[in-house]
């Protein structure tokens, strides 16, 4: 897989998963109406929640709840890969 990609079933409307592979991906400074639960797989990430900023490594779990704004974007340009489940 290269670049994003989501994961829906019709039998469980309230998860989706979206998964990213890509490089060069970043997103602005933004909150979701669902808790987030996010994994990284690959490559370091910025993360970013409400003034404070991390460094989230391959392994590391990431809980974003419903509302909250934040951003995350790779730490380099290299490889970056996660998934997130969007949880209603």
Known sequence: MSGVSYYRDADLPCFEIKFCDTQGLAYKIHNHEELALGIVDQGASRFWCEGSEAIVH???????????????????????????????
């Open 58 to 88: 391959p392994g590391s779990f990431v809980v974003i709840p419903p509302g909250i704004f934040h951003s995350c974007n790779p730490a380099d340009r290299r490889t970056w890969r996660y998934k997130m489940l969007f949880v209603q």
